[in-house]
Every structure is written in structure tokens, then in C-alpha cells.
């Protein structure tokens, strides 16, 4: 009997139904079914009657339910235990970031460890350049940064996600190829972030083309730059995550070479964190997609 089987029964116990249950869980149906499945031929009782409107205890179903949720009202007074052992029952954790990460990263990180701590706090302060970030790391504003690698040796960081940048076009645009060339791209005016390091990066990139390259306008505001490509003033490098939502009508297309930048998380080193700090790590680690690849 394993305690991921007890978790199935009472969440379809629960719910209903096995999709159901399984959204809840955050596993795939069959997984669900399998648990139940495979606890019942454990027990060597029928738990649950399966029909067209769900599926329901069966009396011995309702018995061995309730002593489920008490082995999980067990697990959870053994959490909150150690948790308070840990120091991890209250305190603050300061985060700061970039526009992109906080609207596409952080939320799911931060609603999974609200899940598992929901007294601590967490804070969020955006800032338009990383060095600010890295600076209200070193002047102990913040707990956590997110920041570009590769970083200097003062901070400890691990690598979160690999951003692509793409080129958006305008809506009157007629693409032939899902990548543009250089030569087609040398017929744009070009928009672009005046932001450092992102600029640098676009302008070193951009000199190594074929052709004269046109940038036109160099714009502060991420949403500046997708909104003026909208209106066909130009065409505009951006990362994508930066770019998301990409309004109906705008079209993508990849750059006539590979071009990315790398997101990390930071700590400063040889610092004492809290260890509600080391649990929003694992947050992020944990976080989809986003799951941190490799350490710096």
C-alpha cells in the first residue's frame, strides 16, 4: 500500500470523478485509475463503483476513505513538525525580478510554495535592469534575484530557463518561411530594447549580418516595442517570453541565426539565507518547464 494510492482514493472520493481528481492531483487519469486500481487489488475489496456519472464509494470504500484522510492529517502534522523545526512556520522571502519572469515564472512558483507554507510571506520587487537586481542582492534588499548568467563569482546561481529571441512582424506582413534571412530583414526598421545587457547583445548580433541593418527605434518598455510592431512601424527583436502574449495579428518568425539569453537565479554567496529562501528554491525547481537545468 503506498501513501500516492491513498492521496487517489480521497481526492476521487472527493471530486467524484477521476479527471477530476486527477487535475486536482496534477497527474495524468490513467495514473489515477492505476492507483485506485492497484490498491483495490491490494486490499482485495472494490473501493469505488464506476458509472457514466463518476464514481462512488462503496461502503468498505467509505471506511478505508476515512482512514486515509486521517493518514494524511498524520503526514501533515508530521510536515508541520518539522517545518517548524526548520523555521519555516513564518518569515519573508524578498524576490527580485524582471517584468517576463515575474508574469510567466514566479506565479506558479509562488502558488505551489503558498501551497506547502502558507504562512510565509513573499514579496516581489520588478526592476527594469538586472544590475539593479543584483545591486538589492548585495545591499540585502532582496532574498533572491533573477538575473542573466553567467554572473560574477560574488553570487550562487543556477540556471533557469534558455529564452529564444524571435522577430515579430507587422500584421500586413506575408511570410514565405517560418525564419527570415538577412537580406529580408535589412527591409525592416528595426525595434529593439535600449535596455543593458539586451541591447548590447542585439547590436553585437545584428553586426554580424550580410546587409546594413536599419534599428530605428530603441525602446525602454517590453508591451512599447509589441504595440509599435502592431501598428507596422517596424519589426521587432525581442526574447519571447518577453513578447507574450503576442497580440492577434502580429506574426513571429525566428532570426536568420540563433540568438538566447539565459535566466538564472541568485544568491549571494557565502551569505546566510534563511531556510524558507532554500524552500523557494525548490519552488522554482519544481515549477514546470522552468525546472532548473544545470548549476553555475
Not at 520588478?126 to 560574488?154: C, K, S
Not at 518568425?253 to 549571494?268: D, F, N, Q, Y
Not at 539565507?273 to 537545468?293: C, E, Q, S
Request: aromatic share 8%.
Amino acid at each position: 500500500m503506498k501513501l500516492s494510492q491513498l492521496r487517489a482514493l480521497v481526492a476521487v472520493a472527493d471530486y467524484g470523478n477521476f479527471s477530476e481528481a486527477a487535475l486536482h492531483m496534477e497527474i495524468s487519469q490513467s495514473a489515477v485509475s492505476h492507483a485506485i486500481a492497484s490498491l483495490e487489488e491490494d486490499l482485495g475489496v472494490v473501493l469505488l463503483s464506476r458509472g457514466r456519472h463518476g464514481a462512488h464509494l462503496t461502503p468498505v470504500g467509505e471506511l478505508i476513505t476515512a482512514h486515509a484522510r486521517q493518514v494524511q492529517r498524520l503526514l501533515e502534522a508530521i510536515r508541520k513538525e518539522a517545518n517548524l523545526e526548520k523555521g519555516l512556520e513564518g518569515g519573508i522571502v524578498r524576490i527580485a525580478s524582471f517584468r517576463s519572469v515575474a508574469t510567466h515564472i514566479l506565479p506558479t512558483a509562488i502558488a505551489r510554495f503558498r501551497n506547502s507554507f502558507p504562512n510565509i510571506t513573499v514579496t516581489i520587487t520588478e526592476n527594469d535592469a538586472f544590475t539593479n537586481i543584483e545591486q538589492a542582492l548585495r545591499e540585502g534588499y532582496a532574498d533572491i534575484g533573477f538575473t542573466y548568467l553567467p554572473a560574477t563569482d560574488e553570487f550562487e546561481t543556477w540556471e533557469i530557463l534558455r529564452d529564444d529571441y524571435i522577430l515579430l512582424l507587422p500584421p500586413t506582413t506575408h511570410l514565405r518561411n517560418a525564419q527570415i534571412t538577412w537580406k529580408e530583414l535589412a527591409t525592416y526598421p528595426l525595434i529593439v530594447s535600449c535596455l543593458t545587457p539586451c541591447n548590447e547583445w542585439v547590436r553585437k548580433y545584428l553586426s554580424i549580418a550580410e546587409f546594413p541593418l536599419n534599428i530605428a527605434y530603441e525602446i525602454k518598455e517590453d508591451s512599447t516595442i509589441v504595440s509599435m510592431v502592431s501598428q507596422g512601424l517596424g519589426a521587432g527583436i525581442m526574447p519571447r517570453l518577453a513578447a507574450e502574449p503576442v497580440p492577434p495579428g502580429v506574426q513571429v518568425c525566428s532570426l536568420p541565426s540563433h540568438l538566447e539569453r539565459v535566466i538564472g537565479v541568485a544568491l549571494l554567496a557565502n551569505a546566510l539565507h534563511a531556510p524558507a529562501v532554500y524552500a523557494f528554491l525548490d519552488a522554482i525547481r519544481n515549477t514546470g518547464r522552468f525546472a532548473v537545468k544545470t548549476a553555475v
